[in-house]
């Protein structure tokens, strides 16, 4: 998954990156409004994570501006305000939750996941497709109930190409969803990683069909 974090208190904010990024999610940050405006103008997130109080506006001021929008990304915000008619306010707005400051990562961790089930329309977190089980969350590949070992950015990899079988994915999309913004990647490094998912699921019903030009799409026999 790609988040991105929206956050100027430094010390919080890398600490919640390197626990993200440990879970192998992706993660641009952004300390002001102006910033994550930016973000989300050239990038799609899977989820925000939302602090109110920026050196340049109310973080509010940004909720509204993306529901404006019509985007429907969901989005957490990250608050110190505990009483109920300011998390009603930001709810109204358009926040997906809340979580009030400060607060326990795991708790964090546990609404993402929590926020991203529903949003995708399910309480299940395992797509099953031929004779391949892949749970998102739990990180875990099966193929004929054995367990494959793949790295954070492979399943990262597979959890897009698994959950839209059949599209067909440029190499753009892919790179701007499995790397941020201040990682210094060609998209070239794409392709390694294509070629390691490949080998993964030789012994599986899928593969990942190349089209010259296009870019890359997961079928399935």
């Avoid at 940004?62 to 709810?91: E, Y």
């Avoid at 497709?129 to 998102?136: E, I, K, Y």
């Amino acid at each position: 998954m790609k988040f991105l974090l929206v956050e100027d208190n430094t010390e919080l904010a890398n600490a919640i990156c390197t626990r993200l990024q440990i879970d192998g999610h992706v993660v641009d940050h952004a300390g002001k409004i102006e910033d994550a405006l930016a973000f989300v103008e050239i990038g799609e997130y899977d989820l925000i994570l939302l602090d109110i109080m920026l050196p340049d506006g109310d973080g509010r001021m940004f909720l509204k501006q993306h529901r404006a929008g019509k985007k429907d990304t969901p989005v957490i915000v990250l608050t110190a305000r505990s009483q109920v008619s300011d998390r009603i306010s930001m709810l109204d707005l358009g926040a997906d939750d809340y979580v009030t400051k400060p607060f326990d990562h795991e708790e964090l961790q546990a609404r993402c996941r929590a926020v991203l089930r529903r949003n995708s329309g399910t309480a299940q977190t395992t797509t099953r497709l031929g004779n391949v089980a892949f749970d998102s969350v739990a990180g875990s590949l099966t193929i004929d109930g054995t367990a494959i070992n793949l790295r954070n950015r492979e399943l990262r990899l597979l959890e897009l190409l698994i959950n839209a079988p059949g599209q067909i994915f440029p190499k753009h999309k892919l790179f701007d969803r499995l790397f941020s913004y201040d990682e210094d990647v060609s998209e070239n490094a794409i392709e390694v990683y294509i070629g390691r998912l490949r080998k993964h699921l030789e012994p599986s019903d899928l593969r990942i069909t190349t089209l010259r030009g296009l870019g890359y799409r997961l079928d399935h026999d």
